[in-house]
């Protein structure tokens, strides 16, 4: 199984690119996880999406080709960072690659809510009549206070965290698993 992931965060000690670096690792044996450069977009301009730059190109065939798509959110003013938006806006549009796939949501901050603005927001965007990503219900994995959940090496040490993370993992493979089957019912 093929997961692409998509980070909102561009900053080099990002809470959030640590946890995805952490999850490609500890489920290395049952999905790859590739994370896709979308620091490297420029902003959308509905001018260029019929003739996109080469980097939008890439980005579009490696979701075409995924499976699914793990989305990590930090928050941003109680919503989703203007990097991930704009992701999903190219994505959204011309070959319109996010319909369909199955998406999980993670999200890590230092309050104590763990990015559920910004998720609950990004469950909104994702079911948008442009995008309908079929996104795992329930499920929510916020990780609040990540500065006390994670060592210097991005590795989570929270047991209760990595347990719960651990089943949503496998309730998410299950899901693509099923999403692939109703697919192929048509
Ligand atoms: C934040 N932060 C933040 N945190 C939160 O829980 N709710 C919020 O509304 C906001 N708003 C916000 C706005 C802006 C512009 C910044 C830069 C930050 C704090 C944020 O959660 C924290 O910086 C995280 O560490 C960002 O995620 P990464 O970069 O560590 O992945």
Redesign the pocket.
């Known amino acids: 199984m093929k997961i692409v992931a998509m ?5 080099k ?7 995805t670096r952490y999850m490609q690792n500890r489920y290395a044996d049952k999905v790859e996880i590739e994370i896709l450069p979308i620091d490297q977009l420029p902003f959308y301009n509905q001018d260029d999406e019929l003739d996109p730059p080469e980097i939008v190109k890439e980005i579009r065939e490696k979701i075409k080709e995924s499976d699914g798509i793990l989305f ?1 959110t ?6 989703i ?1 203007a990097l991930l938006k704009n992701a999903i806006d190219w994505f959204s549009r011309v070959e319109t690659v996010l319909v369909d796939k199955p998406a999980m949501i993670v999200g ?4 104590a ?3 559920v ?2 998720q609950l927001q990004l469950r909104q965007i994702l079911n948008a009549v442009n995008v309908s990503t079929s996104t795992l219900p329930g499920n929510e994995v916020y990780v609040g206070s ?1 500065h006390t959940k994670m060592d210097d090496y991005g590795n989570l040490t929270d047991q209760a965290t990595i347990e719960f993370i651990d089943s949503v993992v496998d309730n998410f493979i299950q899901w693509v698993e099923k999403t692939v089957v109703y697919e192929s019912a048509y």
């Open positions: 980070v909102g965060s561009n900053r000690e990002s809470y959030n690119m640590k946890l990590a930090p928050e941003y003013n109680a919503s960072p890590a901050s230092m309050g809510l763990g990015t603005k910004a990540v």
